[in-house]
């Protein structure tokens, strides 16, 4: 599959110092948590699949499993060859800088049919999707002893990127000939500029039972989606994570949704506590009916905000370009509610249970915090910390991670 795209991008290349040693380590065990900037949830948007090993399964499935924040292990492409190359090019949400890059689990599968990539090479780009790339990184894999390792990648040039260029060659044994090749996933830690805030949830896609029409005002969107389907979430970047619910069975839907510059909607959608699978539509003609009427959009009680970020393992707000909060604190001063409860939860891979309560806890003091300085009165308004013991998502991926982390607002 191949997509052809234009973007263009006035910004100086930003040069910055890395204090990082080059030597690739084949099996280094990950350090503390850092953000990861090649993730979908944060905004890694897949653009196009390229390569022989486009005609060979890789797709945009494929594309977007490979920054899902899941090691388990794929299939990239069927049939592959010693030769066979397969790129994956990503769209980022703003400047963004590497200082490292790491690929985990690079273990040979059971499967005499299967094998593990060969050879990774990041490239990117600060011009466009087509041109001006530079390689950021490379290494030459080799198998791991056991879960839970990861080859950090040798770094040749640390440039602010908007754009990442994958390129998978080959696998680790060919022995057999043509084989299926495996990935597993890569992450990009490094610094990011702030995003400017995204407008284009607003509209309808999809056919037959499958779509969806949202409704957008700041960081908030109402939805609806397939016949009987209503969703309400919150922008962030230019992701979307949503929580939804079918009017009929009860059923809930989690939704981590990016929309392209081709207007594609792009991203994954889970069904109650299943896996997480891509959700890919088009964006319908303008001058069509829209399929479903979104609810009227709100950001005050009830509301479950995912636009509140916070620095890894802290309570410390990160920048909030979207508004979220100052959005949040002019409804809520507005709200007849006597007394306004903010209720912070976390992943259930951010610590241990004690731990994640504690954080939950001064997260949702942080906001309360955030809310008053805003101009909410303190005697109206509350924290309470719910650590992880309340998930509406999976864990085994960033975009479940990314939907249990939520402040949740709850009026009486």
């Excluded at 948007?45 to 390229?50: E, F, L, Q, W």
């Excluded at 703003?94 to 690929?103: G, H, I, N, P, Q």
């Excluded at 607003?202 to 969806?212: E, H, L, Q």
């Excluded at 650590?387 to 085994?396: F, H, M, N, Q």
Aim: charged share 20%; aromatic share 6%; hydrophobic share 45%.
């Amino acid at each position: 599959m191949r997509r052809s795209l234009t973007f263009s991008l006035t910004s100086a290349i930003i040069v910055m110092a890395v204090a990082r040693p080059t030597l690739q380590a084949p099996a280094e065990v990950v350090a503390p948590a850092r953000v990861d900037y090649l993730a979908f949830a944060k905004g890694a948007m897949p653009i196009r699949v390229a390569g022989s090993g486009a005609q060979l399964g890789a797709g945009e499935e494929q594309a977007l499993r490979t920054v899902d924040g899941n090691p388990a292990p794929f299939t990239v492409a069927t049939a592959a060859r010693a030769d066979t190359v397969t790129e994956f090019v990503y769209e980022l949400p703003a400047l963004t800088t590497f200082d490292r890059f790491a690929v985990p689990d690079v273990l040979e599968s059971v499967a005499t049919t299967s094998t593990f990539v060969r050879s990774v090479e990041v490239l990117g780009s600060v011009v466009s999707p087509d041109a001006g790339f530079t390689t950021l990184a490379s290494a030459a894999l080799t198998p791991h002893t056991k879960r839970g390792e990861w080859t950090e990648l040798t770094l040749v040039d640390p440039l602010a990127v908007r754009w990442v260029r994958l390129r998978l060659t080959g696998g680790l044994d060919m022995a057999k000939g043509e084989t299926n090749v495996q990935f597993t996933e890569l992450v990009g830690n490094g610094m990011q500029e702030p995003p400017s805030p995204t407008f284009r949830f607003r509209g309808d896609w999809g056919s037959g039972t499958g779509f969806m029409a949202f409704k957008q005002l700041g960081s908030a969107v109402s939805g609806c989606f397939d016949v009987a389907g209503e969703l309400q979430g919150t922008v962030s970047a230019n992701i979307l994570r949503a929580v939804g619910m079918n009017r009929t069975d009860k059923v809930r839907s989690a939704f981590v949704l990016g929309v392209a510059a081709d207007g594609t909607l792009r991203g994954v959608r889970a069904v109650g506590m299943a896996p997480f699978r891509p959700y890919i539509a088009p964006k319908n003609s303008p001058g069509l009916p829209p399929r479903c009427s979104p609810a009227p959009v709100t950001l005050a009680c009830g509301a479950v905000v995912h636009a509140v970020g916070f620095a890894p393992d802290s309570a410390d707000l990160v920048p909030d370009p979207s508004g979220a909060l100052a959005s949040l604190a002019e409804a809520l001063r507005r709200e007849p509610a006597r007394l306004i409860v903010v209720e912070a939860h976390v992943s259930a891979t951010d610590g241990t249970p004690l731990a994640n309560l504690a954080l939950s806890e001064r997260r949702a003091q942080a906001v309360v915090s955030e809310l008053v300085r805003l101009g909410m009165p303190a005697d109206r308004v509350r924290a309470v910390g719910v650590g992880s013991a309340r998930p509406i998502a999976t864990s085994e991926d960033e975009a479940g991670r990314a939907i249990n982390r939520r402040v949740e607002i709850h009026c009486s």
